[in-house]
């Protein structure tokens, strides 16, 4: 009779297993190490999917949960990791992102353009509006303001003397996330 040492795999869950940008997930798993001291969450589809991190490991069992952070919508692998070098899987659906509507979306020089965004992280407490492809297309008071909490800044800019094209404007969170959409300028 051959005695074989069967163990088992490590296996993770996600709770919930989709959710928007600046959701907390929380992760459960087992059959870890009983070795491992320490544990660690990361994303190899995206490093910037798992943010504020906390990984507990207990036993062979580890707990924990991070924020989903601003990435666009879609699929990514979630790694749970002991320190030891075991690791586990799951794939997280990210089910929406920051977005940025612009009132109205079409204009002239000299037009006051009303910005509106939602899905930012909810932890944010200031936001900037800025224009990557010419940064002279803002003129006056350029103003972002943000509830704590909400995740939906909103503010107003006035568009420079330029050419006509289209231009991106900007949206960003102090906390990295950002959104852009695109001012059309007849």
Known sequence: MILTNIESSPVIGL????GDV??????GGSGFLPTDTTCSFSSPSNPGV???AA????G???SGGFTVGNVPPGAYVIQAAGNQGDFAQALLQVDGGAQVGLSPATGQPGTHVSVTASGFLPIDTTCTISS???NVILVGTVACVIQVGSGTPYGSFTVGNILPGQY???VTGNQ???AQALLNIE
């Not at 709770?15 to 989709?18: A, E, I, K, V, Y």
């Not at 600046?22 to 992760?27: A, D, M, P």
């Open 15 to 18: 709770s919930p297993g989709s």
């Open 22 to 27: 600046g959701r907390q997930i929380g992760i």
């Open 50 to 52: 798992v943010t504020s």
């Open 55 to 58: 990984c507990v490991t207990v």
């Open 60 to 62: 062979g069992s580890l």
């Open 132 to 134: 990557p492809t010419q």
């Open 168 to 170: 991106i404007i900007q």
């Open 176 to 178: 990295g996330d950002s």
